[in-house]
């Protein structure tokens, strides 16, 4: 049965969006007419250019049809996956998604393998801080998914770490790829503005493990000094580090430093 929806009244309802203020519009695909995406979403994209303000365009035709390779041209950011779940599986599952496009995310177009479930209590607080930490990295639009009337100090300790927040806004905007699989074992790893490294280490599986991130995985130099700031606990590490970086991760659960040459 039909619903209230804006296809065919892509201008009319700009002009209303605009009149309200609104500078985000997430254009979902529900109850569409069987046309395709990449013909339905550009006539909005015209639209919101007539719109007489800044409105971010956000796609959402959940990657039926690799909008990655065409949304740049049409909006600002692009659904790569379907619908996410607060389970660790459906996250993690997202992410991996997510990176196969890490190539076409730049600043003005960016990946979105969906919303943040930080908050909703399906995961632990390791898998949520895995799940910020992959998003970030991967320059994914931070959007919260959980009641924000009811957050706990726990959620709000998460969401809130600047630092983090920092490396998912770098002006480089460059997307994080696997730099190295092994297992259960990832690297993620993006270069950072100011000569700088973001690498997330990454325990995927239910055993804890030692894992060790090599410098010739992330693109740098091995021998290369580097001052390791992590990004969780707040501290720059004592140590210096020359070829690689090894930290013991508890199943489901991850480190996350920015790593900065000193020589």
Same mark, same amino acid.
């Given at each position: 049965?039909?619903?209230?929806?804006?296809?065919?009244? &892509? &201008?009319?309802?700009?002009?209303?969006?605009?009149?309200?203020?609104?500078?985000?519009?997430?254009?979902? $695909?529900?109850?569409?007419?069987?046309? !395709?995406?990449?013909?339905?979403? %550009?006539?909005?994209?015209?639209?919101?250019?007539?719109?007489?303000?800044?409105?971010?365009?956000?796609?959402? &035709?959940?990657?039926?049809?690799?909008?990655?390779? #065409?949304?740049?041209?049409?909006?600002?950011? #692009?659904?790569?996956?379907?619908?996410?779940?607060?389970? #660790?599986?459906?996250? *993690?599952?997202?992410?991996?998604? +997510? =990176?196969?496009?890490?190539?076409?995310?730049? %600043?003005?177009?960016? $990946?979105?393998?969906?919303?943040?479930?930080?908050?909703?209590?399906?995961?632990?607080?390791?898998?949520? *801080?895995?799940?910020?930490?992959?998003? @970030?990295?991967? !320059?994914?639009?931070?959007?919260?998914?959980?009641?924000?009337? +009811?957050?706990?100090?726990?959620?709000?300790? *998460?969401?809130?770490?600047?630092?983090?927040?920092?490396?998912?806004?770098?002006?480089?905007?460059?997307?994080?790829? !696997?730099?190295?699989?092994?297992?259960?074992? =990832?690297? #993620?790893? @993006?270069?950072?503005?100011?000569?700088?490294?973001?690498?997330?280490?990454? +325990?995927?599986?239910?055993?804890?493990?030692?894992?060790? @991130?090599?410098?010739?995985?992330?693109?740098?130099?091995? +021998?290369?000094?580097? =001052?390791?700031?992590?990004?969780?606990?707040? !501290?720059?590490?004592?140590?210096?580090?020359?070829?690689?970086?090894?930290?013991?991760?508890? %199943?489901?659960?991850?480190?996350?430093?920015?790593?900065?040459?000193?020589?």
């Amino acid at each position: 049965y039909p619903l209230p929806g804006s296809l065919g009244f &892509e &201008e009319q309802d700009v002009k209303t969006f605009a009149s309200w203020g609104i500078d985000y519009l997430k254009y979902d $695909n529900c109850h569409h007419d069987g046309s !395709k995406p990449i013909e339905r979403y %550009p006539v909005m994209s015209k639209a919101l250019k007539k719109a007489g303000r800044p409105i971010f365009f956000s796609l959402c &035709e959940w990657g039926e049809m690799h909008p990655a390779e #065409w949304g740049f041209h049409v909006g600002n950011s #692009w659904r790569t996956t379907c619908d996410i779940t607060d389970t #660790w599986e459906s996250m *993690i599952s997202r992410a991996d998604q +997510n =990176e196969l496009y890490a190539q076409y995310a730049r %600043p003005g177009g960016w $990946n979105d393998p969906d919303m943040l479930e930080i908050g909703n209590g399906g995961m632990t607080k390791d898998e949520y *801080i895995v799940h910020f930490s992959l998003w @970030a990295i991967s !320059k994914a639009p931070l959007l919260l998914g959980c009641d924000i009337r +009811n957050m706990t100090q726990e959620t709000i300790e *998460i969401i809130s770490n600047k630092e983090v927040i920092a490396v998912n806004q770098d002006s480089y905007g460059i997307q994080a790829r !696997k730099a190295r699989m092994h297992g259960d074992e =990832e690297i #993620w790893v @993006a270069p950072l503005s100011s000569y700088r490294t973001v690498v997330v280490i990454l +325990n995927r599986g239910s055993v804890r493990y030692s894992v060790t @991130a090599f410098w010739e995985d992330m693109g740098l130099d091995p +021998n290369t000094v580097v =001052e390791a700031r992590d990004l969780w606990e707040h !501290k720059t590490l004592k140590n210096r580090f020359v070829g690689n970086i090894t930290t013991m991760l508890n %199943p489901h659960s991850c480190k996350m430093y920015v790593l900065k040459p000193i020589s």
